[in-house]
């Protein structure tokens, strides 16, 4: 199976939340993304990032089977907040839909500005001048427990080296005959390693990410660089991944010491993929364009119509190796905003000789106090 970098983001009329652990995790800047907060993927799924003084948002998802079956799927999505954004009801036709309504309103959350140690059922956040420093979390079923070790560089996000540590269960008999069972942790062994270099005005230019796989001895590398133009714009990514064999003794090093040009890497995981990107008169993305060493290309060119609403043609070329053949495909997303500069209406198209066909489409309807 090759890997892909990047996920593919042609959900952005319909996406799914679950719920999970949401507090913010410090990351490692990724300029390459800032196209797609085009796609406005958090002001559609949650209100609380939506201008303005929202009182009710209804939602309504719509998805086409196929382009020659008028056959569609609905959802609705109802939201009610507070003046102060707080959301105090949520409903939904989604039955598959598990979101719940603190899990939308932890979004946007002010993180801690001190020092400080929180505690969660079975995970731990401790800060240091509000900064995460260590993350930690249990799990006791499966006996195992990880962490992940945080260090800066004035503002900047240095290293991110993650650890995990396989349990043991241990006995204490008591005096009065009763016994108890809990699991001890040994040291930590480093399972997942990045480090950042920024240039003198603080933009990242390169990160090193490695990650072992299931199978002992192989380790997942990636290598990402990033230029910018004269205006300290991002302009291009030059990003490597590939899968490399680790000896016995190398395992026992830090990744920093690793030198894996010299292993043998696996057949068919190399990865090179390049995105470039360029800007209209008013500093707005105007193209953003991915290939990859798998000969799978995405284009996206972006029109800009008068202050707000927008076109986003898309041009794919998906390769499958299994049948040596591309499949090529354009695509068109409209989106219409209100004066707060929400998107009311999204909708994508498939182009089929050369005539649009409805694929999906959002509706946000906004009532503001």
């Not at 991110?160 to 016994?179: H, L, M, P």
């Not at 105007?286 to 060493?293: C, F, G, M, R, V």
Request: with cysteine; glycine share 4%.
């Amino acid at each position: 199976m090759y890997k892909h970098l990047y996920t593919t983001l042609f959900v952005l009329c319909c996406i799914y939340t679950s719920n999970a652990q949401t507090r913010d995790f410090p990351e490692f800047p990724n300029p390459q993304n800032d196209f797609y907060i085009l796609l406005e993927e958090n002001k559609v799924t949650n209100p609380k990032y939506l201008e303005g003084s929202v009182r009710e948002v209804n939602r309504t998802y719509t998805e086409h089977i196929s382009p020659d079956n008028d056959e569609v799927y609905t959802a609705d999505y109802y939201y009610r907040l507070k003046k102060d954004k707080e959301i105090t009801a949520y409903t939904t036709s989604d039955i598959y839909d598990d979101t719940t309504i603190p899990y939308l309103n932890e979004a946007l959350q002010p993180s801690p500005k001190n020092d400080t140690i929180i505690k969660d059922d079975f995970y731990t956040y401790i800060y240091n001048k509000g900064k995460l420093t260590h993350y930690i979390s249990y799990d006791i079923s499966g006996g195992t427990m990880d962490s992940i070790v945080y260090t800066y560089k004035k503002e900047h996000l240095l290293t991110r080296t993650q650890y995990r540590s396989q349990g043991a269960i241990d006995v204490d008999f008591s005096d009065n005959g009763e016994v108890d069972e809990y699991i001890l942790f040994p040291e930590f062994e480093i399972y997942a390693y990045a480090e950042a270099t920024y240039n003198k005005i603080g933009l990242i230019q390169t990160v090193v990410q490695y990650q072992f796989t299931e199978e002992e001895g192989l380790v997942d590398s990636y290598h990402y660089n990033y230029m910018y133009d004269i205006e300290g714009r991002f302009k291009n990514l030059q990003a490597i991944s590939d899968r490399v064999f680790l000896t016995y003794k190398q395992q026992k090093k830090h990744p920093k010491n690793w030198k894996l040009a010299t292993n043998e890497v696996v057949e068919g995981m190399y990865l090179e993929t390049t995105i470039n990107t360029t800007y209209d008169t008013k500093n707005r993305i105007q193209t953003y364009i991915k290939t990859d060493s798998n000969k799978n290309k995405e284009s996206y060119s972006v029109a800009y119509d008068g202050h707000s609403n927008k076109k986003i043609t898309v041009s794919r070329d998906d390769y499958s190796f299994q049948y040596d053949t591309t499949v090529h495909r354009d695509l068109l997303y409209e989106y219409m905003y209100d004066t707060y500069q929400n998107p009311t209406y999204i909708t994508s198209y498939i182009i089929v000789n050369g005539k649009k066909v409805l694929d999906k489409s959002t509706t946000l309807k906004i009532t503001y106090y």
